[in-house]
């Protein structure tokens, strides 16, 4: 039986630590810390689990986070919990830069983490800028595309102001016309959605947008399908992923898309000030940068980091979080996340009262749960769940859709899952007591 410090050296990620040099027993930033190098007693291939529900690998896991005492976290949607070796190699990188200044933008570093981060995602390095949240990779697409007034954009009612935030403001500059349309929650499938995008695109249309997944339901949207549908109707499609990221096992490639920004401090739990944006090689040159000049072909999509001061500590620190996504694998992540939520899916079907706002199909829902509770507002279920459980989840609001988000992650147990089955089981049950005041929740 391995002990918890050599599960831990297994993890030790780091700016070239990467899956190959985890299996090799290299931890290059332990050894630049001058600390001993111990060769981990597994390989980065022992690591796998057997399966989502090998429940003695997913403790150890759980064991690589400092989530506070008595707390039961299910809020990966806003942000999740920096795991041990993030936070550490943060730390060492905070230190090293407060202690000697000389080399505080370590662009070389930065670049092996683009490296990383693209081979993580099925892009080139060149296609790849590190940006510091998912805004502003939605905001360097189309801040940077040469619009005319009365070209139009499609995207859905269920848009994150991050992801449309940018084109609302192009519409007032420049001129060009947001086409929304609407989605069912749920959708009944892949032809349905593809075909209202399809049905919105007129002559001026020049780009879709949309959502890989939207931030109040969870839909998973049928990216791959509206990107075909986009090249083959001339046009460009540009993707919020903000969610999916560090929760999917993405191929940015295979996708197809032309631009897909996305969260550091979400799913890939690297803490604030972290984003990733592709920009497909082939379509940057139609992308002004953001800020600064207007850049070099040769430096890709480095030409989209002239923003001067970042958060290098932290962006740094992405190489021990995607080491430590590969060391898991990205397609256990994505089964373990899945298999929680569906679990909580299940459970919440069973309760009368209960109404799900996300689908049960797995091609249309992944780690994240919408629900409300006959017609408790949600702030008093969110409170009533908290109180009595101290479980957090988080309240969401679009249009006319309210309800409760609760959020399944790699460091979740099923235990936890089904104690929020119960807290909601409760509150439904109860439902009179917690209707216009939270003060009685227990
Ligand atoms: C779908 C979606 N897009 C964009 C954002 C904004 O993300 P960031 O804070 O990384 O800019 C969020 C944040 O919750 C989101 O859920």
Known sequence: MQSRRTFLRGF????????????????????????????????????????????????????????????????????????????????????????????????????????????????????????????????IFTHGLDWKAGDEVIYCSHEHGGGIGCITTMAKRAGIKPVVIDIPSPPQSVDQIVGLYEKAITPRTRVIMVSHMTYVTGLVTPVKELADLAHRRGLLISVDGAHPLGMMDLDFKAMNVDHYAAAGQKWLMCGTGTGVCYIKRDVQDRIWPLMGPPGDPKDGAKKYEAFGQRDVPSALGMSAAVALQTAIGKQNVEARARALSTRFRTGLKGIP?????????????????????????????????????????????????????????????????????????????????YMTTTAQAR
């Open 353 to 433: 009262g209960v109404k799900m706002w996300t689908s049960e199909d797995p091609r249309f829902a992944a780690g994240l749960t919408l629900f409300s509770v006959r017609d408790v507002p949600m702030a008093n279920v969110q409170q009533a769940i908290l109180n009595r459980d101290r479980i957090y989840i988080r309240t969401m609001t679009t249009g006319n859709l309210n309800g409760c988000r609760a959020a399944t992650h790699i460091y979740n147990m099923p235990d936890e899952v089904d104690r929020l089955i119960a807290s909601v089981k409760h509150v439904a049950e109860n439902a009179s007591r």
């Open 12 to 139: 030790s990620g780091g700016v070239v630590a990467t899956g190959a040099a985890l299996a090799a027993g290299r931890t290059s930033l332990a050894a630049r810390g001058g600390e001993q190098v111990i060769a981990p007693t597994l390989s980065a291939a022992n690591l796998k689990p057997a399966g989502p529900l090998d429940e003695a690998y997913w403790w150890k896991v759980r064991s690589q986070f400092n989530i506070i005492d008595g707390m039961t976290f299910m809020n990966n949607g806003t942000e999740g919990p920096v795991p041990r070796v993030v936070l550490e190699a943060n730390e060492r990188f905070f230190r090293e830069i407060a202690e000697n200044p000389s080399n505080n933008y370590r662009r070389e570093e930065i670049d092996v983490v683009r490296g990383e981060v693209a081979r993580f995602v099925g892009a080139n390095a060149d296609e790849i800028a590190l940006t510091r949240s998912t805004t502003e990779g939605m905001n």
